[in-house]
């Protein structure tokens, strides 16, 4: 391809621009802080590609055009480690770091003043990276330590990691570790899961899966950090050798490599521990994983003296924070009867030791969790700890699924107190419907029932309910009504004076009204305003309790879930038989406005039509409703009365035609004047 500008000129340019890019990489890669955007980036890269190609006798390996090139490999060749890649002894105790540090002060002479260089063990993989005069050659996995593989290819695509180092000695191999950062392991799963292709379990698998790409445009396509810990073979030169582990990585980082911000020499083996606790509390917050953290005596001429045991130094220590995912196996699944009656199926699990502690049981949550990880009883599973969160099955293994595994079924019957349990639509969670019944729930019921917008027994807090469920004298709020003073004035914090006024405001509160009744028995989804309306609507327990699901949505704000949820609880004998306790023991109230017209209308359906004399439809239809009537939109076989007025519309004809009764206005309002009802029993 023709130039158009002359070779002099367009080497020039080509340097320029390598050493722009290399800094913008620098900028973004390594120090996290970018100075251009990416427009301008994408016009200098492309504008180097374009030299590149016209002048392809330009083309050099650091180039940064050449992160991404090749074909394939058929499989990775083997490259040999002239100084080996050595592994660290790991602690995990206190007492095994102040051994270390003995060991340490031992093997030196007395007055050696012993300082340590401390860093966070990154959790990637190891690799080394060759640089002859300054240009990155090659680099390969730690493999056994002796001989890894080579994964040039990959490694040139990590960002981070400069294909060319200004300033180097002849020969240099960095040491360090490829990782996935945490927002890139969450910007890749998410792009995974809209691929629907497979999750990654961590990053650090990502970041293995990735390294082992045969084909670099792959491995190109995620996005990988460079952290630098070490070096492997050097040459120095004319370069005066680092003396020192802090030395060392001063000069690297100078070098443009990463090298993370958690550096801290210490001095002590306290400080030693202090920058452990330091760390661990920091995990989380850090941009990457990491298992630990590892202490190096920082004088390279002390290292020496104190030598190599086996396959690691005696110089250096790995302090690793306890695994944060064991395998184990679900032995079985119990649920369990929270306060508020949702049932929660928990896994007992092998005992295993993970994060710290050994976990016997990890909540499962709900159905819908269970069946979404897919967990079978007898399934081998992942347990996970993290920082200080509860232990949870993080997965299944699935291939190790047993032949006999059984799949969970939530119980039909609360295992507490075997009434029914329930699921409603739209929600996770089973529940048990006993709710007056049920011991489980007990605690929470009795106060939810004593308090102020409920039945109003004033005194009666959460110590007192505690106290007395603890001391068996209450199991349902029946049993409230049973309590002699001197039940009470055994409690701990109440004098007799006390336990004369909570006697005193039991005894009131059995005079409450409907509306409150109801609401104080907790009906899931029953919240104040629905009681009222519910004990507008019907006027009477009975009535309540023997309505249908489709009767109670006509109620306002009663849909299907909240119906659902009333006929359930009314359905519960446990609830029934707590019910006619409370009214046997003289729960009443008093006859309201609603209460005394209830049952003139109730049971008759109406469908309204025309104009009438002295009232709106929506008037009528509001008495009517108040008189436990029910108005519905058109006639059917259902329709008792059709009401019609003044010109009325082919709803007549149609009731007519139907044999239902039509009447006018005064004669439902008589009808509305009929026999009254009052409630209060069942
Ligand atoms: S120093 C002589 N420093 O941990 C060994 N290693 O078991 C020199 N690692 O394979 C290793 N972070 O990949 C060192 N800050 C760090 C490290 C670190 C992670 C890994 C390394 C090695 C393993 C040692």
């Keep these: 391809m023709q130039s158009s500008i002359d070779p002099d000129s367009a080497q020039k340019r080509v340097e320029e621009l390598r050493a722009i890019i290399a800094d913008h990489d620098y900028q973004y890669y390594v120090l996290d802080d970018p100075t251009v955007d990416d427009a301008k980036y994408d016009m200098l890269f492309r504008e180097l590609q374009l030299l590149e190609t016209q002048h392809p006798e330009l083309v050099t390996p650091d180039s940064p055009t050449q992160r991404v090139s090749g074909s394939p490999l058929p499989a990775f060749s083997t490259l040999t480690h002239h100084v080996p890649m050595l592994s660290l002894n790991n602690a995990f105790s206190d007492t095994e770091v102040e051994a270390f540090d003995r060991r340490v002060r031992e093997a030196l002479p007395e007055s050696s003043e012993i300082v340590y260089d401390c860093g966070v063990k990154f959790d990637g993989l190891a690799v080394s990276l060759r640089y002859e005069n300054g240009l990155f050659i090659r680099g390969a996995t730690r493999g056994d330590g002796q001989v890894g593989e080579n994964i040039s290819a990959n490694l040139r695509t990590i960002a981070s990691i400069p294909l060319k180092l200004n300033h180097a000695p002849p020969l240099l191999e960095v040491r360090g570790e490829v990782l996935m950062l945490k927002k890139d392991f969450h910007t890749l799963n998410e792009m995974q899961k809209q691929r629907s292709e497979k999750l990654f379990a961590n990053p650090r698998n990502a970041a293995a899966g990735s390294l082992r790409q045969l084909d670099a445009r792959i491995t190109a396509t995620r996005r990988l950090t460079f952290f630098a810990y070490g070096i492997g073979e050097t040459d120095w030169g004319a370069i005066p050798p680092p003396t020192t582990q802090s030395v060392l990585l001063d000069y690297l980082s100078r070098l443009r490599f990463s090298i993370g911000d958690e550096r801290k020499l210490a001095f002590s083996s306290q400080d030693l521990l202090s920058y452990y606790q330091y760390i661990h509390e920091k995990r989380e917050r850090l941009p990457y994983d990491i298992d630990g953290v590892v202490y190096k005596v920082n004088d390279f001429a002390m290292q020496q003296i104190i030598g190599f045991v086996s396959r690691a130094p005696r110089f250096a220590l790995a302090h690793k924070f306890p695994a944060e995912e064991m395998k184990s196996v679900v032995l079985d699944i ?87 349990t329930l699921r409603l639509a739209g929600e996770a969670a089973t529940r048990c419907t006993g709710g007056l019944f049920c011991p489980a729930q007990r605690k929470q019921a009795l106060l939810h029932f004593a308090s102020r917008r409920a039945m109003d027994i004033d005194g009666m807090g959460e110590k007192i309910v505690e106290q007395l469920v603890d001391k068996e004298l209450l199991k349902t709020p029946a049993d409230i009504f049973s309590l002699r003073e001197d039940d009470l004035s055994s409690l701990i914090r109440m004098g007799d004076k006390s336990a004369t006024n909570l006697c005193a405001a039991i005894e009131k509160s059995k005079t409450s009204t409907f509306a409150r009744f109801i609401f104080a028995l907790g009906i899931r989804h029953v919240g104040e305003a629905t009681a ?104 059917s076989q259902k329709t008792s009365y059709v009401l019609a007025g003044e010109s009325p519309g082919s709803t007549l004809a149609k009731a007519r035609k139907l044999n239902i009764p039509v009447i006018d206005e005064p004669r439902l309002l008589a009808l509305i004047d009929g026999e009254k009802n009052t409630g209060g029993s069942v």
């Design 334 to 420: 119990d649920v369990q009867v929270g306060r508020t009656g949702v049932l929660t199926p928990v896994a007992r699990l092998q005992p295993t030791f993970v994060g710290g502690v050994t976990v016997t049981n990890a909540t499962l949550h709900n159905e819908d969790e269970i069946r979404f990880k897919n967990i079978y009883i007898g399934d081998t599973v992942i347990v996970r700890r993290a920082g200080d969160v509860i232990p949870e099955v993080a997965r299944v293994v699935i291939e190790e699924r047993p032949a006999d595994a059984r799949e969970f079924v939530m119980p039909k019957r609360c295992p507490v107190c075997g009434s029914e």
């Design 532 to 635: 009222r309306d519910l004990a507008q609507h019907y006027g009477t327990l009975e009535a309540l309790m023997s309505a249908d699901t489709e009767s109670l949505q006509t109620v306002p704000d009663v849909g299907e879930v909240v119906a659902e949820s009333i006929r359930h609880f009314f359905f519960e004998p446990h609830n029934i038989e707590v019910i006619r306790a409370l009214l046997a023991s003289g729960v009443h109230w008093l006859d309201e406005k609603k209460e005394t017209a209830k049952g003139a209308l109730s049971g008759f359906v109406f469908v309204l039509t025309g104009t009438l004399p002295s009232m709106t439809r929506d008037e009528a239809t509001e008495r009517i409703i108040a008189a436990d009537g029910k108005v519905v939109g058109s006639v």
